[in-house]
T-cell receptor, first 113, second 113 residues
């Protein structure tokens, strides 16, 4: 049982390049989330998916797109990377209902130059 | 706009000391408050407090929620160097179709031997 996995662990992009961050969970969770964490800013919600086939914007969605490929996988895409998107990205998942504990992946450290 | 404020932002104490970390919030439709511990990787869940569970304890860690005054505290007694981490407070709200957590900026706790 690996929990929440993310790939890659590190990535350096040039401004304007695109890439997709992958996330998968093996806990049969319905809901999945993407957060970014910047120094001094805490974690901020980018997008979430309450169930397979649905996605919704969070607090900071601009510049990102997501895909809930199936129940296990939730990807985050940067179409045209900008230096302001340099951050650590965390994927999380949880079961449905009121047990709101979110399980986090190990994170992807992204640098855009 | 929902807001979660943690204090202090950083704290240095000696092993064996007791620490109190604070979290205040201003949100609409409060549902629950969660505490996470983050070492150099993904946040790990500590406690969830709701109106039906306003005090939690696990070993040397305990937390209370004051829904009237809109704050929570996390206490750590007999601190150890392994308690060094960033402690994150997050609030879940309900309604409006939104999901996900609103995080504070965290308290960086350093325990000196």
């Amino acid at each position: 049982n690996a929990g929440v996995t993310q790939t890659p662990k590190f990535q350096v992009l040039k401004t304007g390049q695109s890439m997709t961050l992958q996330c998968a969970q093996d806990m049969n969770h319905n809901s999945m989330y993407w957060y970014r964490q910047d120094p001094g800013m805490g974690l901020r919600l980018i997008y979430y998916s309450a169930s397979e086939g649905t996605t919704d914007k969070g607090e900071v969605p601009n510049g990102y797109n997501v895909s809930r490929l199936n129940k296990r996988e939730f990807s985050l895409r940067l179409e045209s990377a900008a230096p302001s998107q340099t951050s650590v990205y965390f994927c999380a998942s949880r079961v449905a209902g009121d047990l709101y504990e979110q399980y986090f992946g190990p994170g992807t450290r992204l640098t855009v130059t | 706009e929902d807001k979660v404020v943690q204090s202090p932002l950083s704290l240095v104490v000696h092993e064996g000391d007791t620490v109190t970390l604070n979290c205040s919030y201003e949100v609409t439709n409060f549902r629950s408050l969660l505490w996470y511990k983050q070492e150099k990787k993904a946040p790990t869940f500590l406690f969830m407090l709701t109106s039906s569970g306003i005090e939690k304890k696990s070993g040397r860690l305990s937390s209370i929620l004051d829904k009237k005054e809109l704050f929570s505290i996390l206490n750590i007694t007999a601190t150890q160097t392994g308690d060094s981490a960033v402690y994150l407070c997050a609030v879940r709200v309900s309604g409006g179709g939104a999901d996900g957590l609103t995080f504070g900026k965290g308290t960086h706790l350093i325990i000196q031997p």
